[in-house]
């Protein structure tokens, strides 16, 4: 999650506010992952706050609002999100977005890991 605060943007177009891009296949490999792709890049969140624009701006422009990633398992479902498909990304606009991040501290961390976790 990176987390913003009074960021300013100038001519900005609303689907050149962003790209978020979709694990690549070639990450699915069983050292790495197991049976399908590291999912890093469908779990990003950038949160934004009291941000102002000026000059172009997305019709969507506000003071608040997340971006998450184009993640099928999860974006779709949140009524206050609307899809942008040149961002590969979606616009939410929800007082309460996180992110649940697990760290192991067992000492092959780096060799093993549990994925997908289902909440």
Do not use: H
């Amino acid at each position: 999650m990176v987390e913003f605060y009074d960021t300013k943007f100038v001519d900005v177009e609303a689907d050149a506010l962003a790209y978020l891009m979709s694990p690549p296949s070639k990450w699915a490999n069983i050292k790495d992952c197991g049976a399908f792709p590291c999912t890093a890049p469908l779990n990003v969140l950038f949160t934004f706050e009291d941000t102002t624009f000026s000059g172009s701006k997305p019709r969507w422009a506000t003071k608040d609002f997340q971006i998450i990633a184009n993640n099928s398992g999860f974006a779709p479902y949140i009524e206050s999100c609307e899809a942008s498909e040149d961002m590969n990304a979606y616009v939410c606009f929800e007082e309460k977005l996180g992110v649940l991040l697990f760290e192991s501290e067992d000492d092959d961390k780096f060799d093993r890991s549990l994925q997908p976790i289902y909440v």
